[in-house]
């Protein structure tokens, strides 16, 4: 590594090559000194750079940070902190002459997270249809418990009259001599 660091963020950039963004020499989102450099890794080289171009280096200083490469192949470098805590989130364009879009592993990739996104829209199309169906079962248990007091007060009313008719009939027969 070029410059000794912690706390930097870390991310496999489109050309497969290592980017160490930001981070300090001390530990403590407090502590200073905080870098806003970005430096690469060549796994296959085994060798260190620093680019030149204007976007090696983030416009706001910071460790703690998350790192990120986007589907667009662009790395971001995501919060962090510079004495208080960052939610500033900042991209940099990564130069390369890979073109990312014919790798197999991005390829498959992005036809992954094609497919995710569809079944996201299927679940939510499901959980749109089930609290539907909720509301349709609460409707018919409603009209359910109704249906069951009617019932009910029609079995009451059958029993009275049945009650009076037995004390009639005998009532009529006591009174026969």
Request: charged fraction near 20%; aromatic fraction near 8%; proline fraction near 6%.
């Given at each position: ?5 912690v ?6 950039g489109?050309?497969?090559k290592?980017y160490v963004?930001g981070?300090?020499?001390e ?5 200073s000194?905080?870098?806003k ?7 296959n ?26 589907s ?26 890979v ?21 996201t829209d299927t679940?939510?199309?499901?959980n749109?249809q ?7 079962i609460?409707n018919?248990h409603?009209?359910l418990?109704?249906?069951t007091?009617e019932l009910?007060v ?7 009259l049945?009650v009076v ?13």
């Open positions: 590594m070029p410059s000794p660091k706390q930097f963020g870390l991310v496999s489109p050309d497969k290592i963004i981070g300090g020499t530990t403590g989102n407090n502590a000194p905080f870098f450099t970005v430096e690469i890794y060549d796994p080289t085994d060798t260190w750079t620093i680019p030149g171009w204007s976007e090696s280096i983030m416009p706001t200083e910071r460790k703690e940070l998350g790192a990120a490469l986007g667009n192949g662009r790395i971001y470098a995501i919060g962090g902190a510079n004495g208080g805590y960052i939610d500033a989130n900042e991209e940099a364009t990564i130069v390369v002459d073109d990312y879009t014919v790798d197999p592993v991005y390829i498959q990739v992005t036809k992954l997270n094609q497919t995710l996104n569809a079944l679940i939510d199309d499901m749109a089930m609290l539907e169906l909720n509301s349709t609460d018919l409603s009209k418990d109704l249906m007091v009910l029609a079995g009451i009313a059958t029993m009275i049945i008719t037995i004390a009639v009939v005998y009532t009529t027969r006591a009174k026969k001599p």
